[in-house]
């Protein structure tokens, strides 16, 4: 009788036991499901007050973007698209941003082969330039005829997960990480372009091919006035052109942990705004 009794008990304690596990297991699906909630809400939440301010900065700053060859007043009033940092107060917080204009950047859909062989042996060594150059001309051009260090069809159904290139122009500029010898490290930068001031000291330029190449130019020409350092220590003179009016401008900033790019144009003279081109979250700059 007591062996029984010990059995039932036992099965009893391993039942509790399976009970408790069980109980434990559920309990810890719901901690989790409820942490999981927390932070989709959390991040969406911030990714919704990131777009409001980008789109008060964006809606405060447009109407004073000084566009080139236009005389002002008042030049303090006035943002210049050359890539210098503004600050502003806005909801609590002050935002850090920037502006561009893109036509001071080497377009990758219009540069001849003679400008990229030029840009990537000026800013990645003659070794890399020519085939760089040779795989983007690929990528471009409509046909599987591979340049010498370039490359086409074979080669990017040959990576893991394969891919055609697009033998087209390149919609947006992040499609160059695609093409063969484009890395994030030499794409996002920093990449490191020294220079000396007027004062002796050294000067660091941090950027990447993301900031001194575009889609949006239009031209195979390059506005000088507002061409990163490193476009005019390595181009051609014959590759500059003068700049009037305003291009597609890029916007960067960050806010609510997060960094964004932005690219619009001006609604036109006869309406206020801009009319936005692409919106991107990026990694931090």
């Given at each position: 009788m007591r062996a029984v009794i010990k059995e039932e008990k036992g099965a009893v304690l391993i039942l509790v036991l399976w009970v408790v596990a069980l109980l434990s297991m559920l309990g810890g699906y719901f901690t989790l499901e409820t942490t999981l909630r927390r932070n989709m809400s959390y991040n969406s939440w911030n990714q919704l007050r990131a777009r409001l301010t980008i789109e008060s900065v964006l809606s405060l700053v447009g109407p004073h973007i000084k566009p080139f060859g236009q005389e002002v007043d008042d030049k303090e009033?006035?943002?210049?698209?050359?890539?210098s940092t503004y600050k502003l107060e806005i909801g609590g917080q002050t935002v850090a941003f920037s502006i561009e204009d893109e036509r001071g950047k080497l377009d990758i859909n219009k540069a001849t082969e003679d400008e990229l062989v030029d840009f990537f042996e000026?800013?990645?060594?003659?070794?890399?330039?020519?085939?760089l150059a040779a795989a983007i001309l690929d990528w471009r051009d409509n046909d599987d005829d591979e340049r010498p260090g370039g490359a086409e069809k074979d080669y990017y159904l040959s990576l893991e997960p394969p891919y055609e290139p697009a033998n087209g122009k390149f919609v947006l500029l992040e499609q160059l990480l695609l093409v063969r010898g484009v890395n994030p490290e030499i794409y996002w930068g920093p990449l490191k372009w020294g220079e000396v001031s007027d004062s002796g000291e050294e000067v660091s330029w941090q950027g990447g091919l993301q900031d001194l190449l575009t889609v949006y130019n239009g031209s195979d020409k390059i506005v000088e006035d507002i061409a990163p350092q490193p476009l005019i220590d390595i181009m051609e003179k014959e590759y500059f052109k003068d700049g009037q009016g305003l291009g597609t401008l890029r916007f960067k900033t960050c806010a609510y942990q997060s960094c964004y790019q932005i690219f619009f144009t001006e609604a036109g003279s006869s309406k206020s705004g801009f009319n936005l081109v692409h919106w991107q979250q990026i990694p931090r700059f």
């Open positions: 009033k006035f943002i210049v698209p050359d890539g000026g800013f990645l060594g003659k070794g890399q330039g020519k085939d």
